[in-house]
T-cell receptor, first 114, second 113 residues
């Protein structure tokens, strides 16, 4: 079965640079979520989109922005990167319209800021 | 403020025995709960979920129990297999309509052959 695809899998950036993370949800899934997992921590919710509209917003820095496109893929844009942004970034998707609410996660993008 | 807590950072069991992973929550608005398994360098894998209208949900070797009055849930794995060795996360959501998940800290399960 198709899973959530994230690219790139690994990304190394320097401080103050920008990064763009991409997420391709499971086909027919209508909701995309972004989570950040720091070293030794649990995943923390950043932002979500339902049918291409922002549906919820968590502890996402103002330096970060995200959107969901007409083909349902989503991009997380991160600017003015800081050392503390080094983390695993997970995208998840769900098929909210179906009434099933479990979220399926991608393999993650490991961002390292030097 | 950790709204979902997994107080055991690690658990070790013998193959074939039962594994019981516990999770407590503090937010009364949570009414949908999920368990995920995570291997290193991979994303969390959905295992099983339960809504607050139930107290038990079973799927193969995995059973989740929910005690709403105690704000406690547990995941039972019977029989445990070495391939079950992974980090298990408990997660909760305030509604079933696709809201954000709040995760616990995770429990490292090791199943010894």
């Amino acid at each position: 079965a198709a899973g959530v695809i994230q690219s790139p899998r690994h990304l190394i950036k320097e401080k103050r640079e920008t990064a763009t993370l991409k997420c391709y949800p499971i086909p027919r899934h209508d909701t995309v979520y972004w989570y950040q997992q720091g070293p030794g921590q649990d995943p923390q919710f950043l932002i979500s989109f339902y049918e291409k509209m922002q549906s919820d917003k968590g502890s996402i820095p103002d330096r970060f922005s995200a959107q969901q496109f007409s083909d349902y893929h989503s991009e997380l844009n991160m600017s003015s990167l800081e050392l503390g942004d080094s983390a695993l970034y997970f995208c998840a998707s769900s098929f909210r319209t179906s009434g099933r609410y479990e979220q399926y996660f991608g393999p993650g993008t490991r961002l390292t800021v030097t | 403020d950790q709204q979902v807590k997994q107080n055991s950072p690690s658990l070790s069991v013998q193959e074939g025995r039962i594994s019981i992973l516990n999770c407590d929550y503090t937010n009364s608005m949570f009414d949908y709960f999920l368990w995920y398994k995570k291997y290193p360098a991979e994303g969390p894998t959905f295992l099983i979920s339960i809504s607050s209208i139930k107290d038990k949900n079973e799927d193969g070797r995995f059973t989740v129990f929910l005690n709403k009055s105690a704000k406690h849930l547990s995941l039972h794995i019977v029989p445990s297999q070495p391939g079950d060795s992974a980090v298990y996360f408990c997660a909760a959501s305030p509604e079933t309509s696709g809201s954000r998940l709040t995760f616990g800290e995770g429990t490292q399960l090791t199943v010894n052959p």
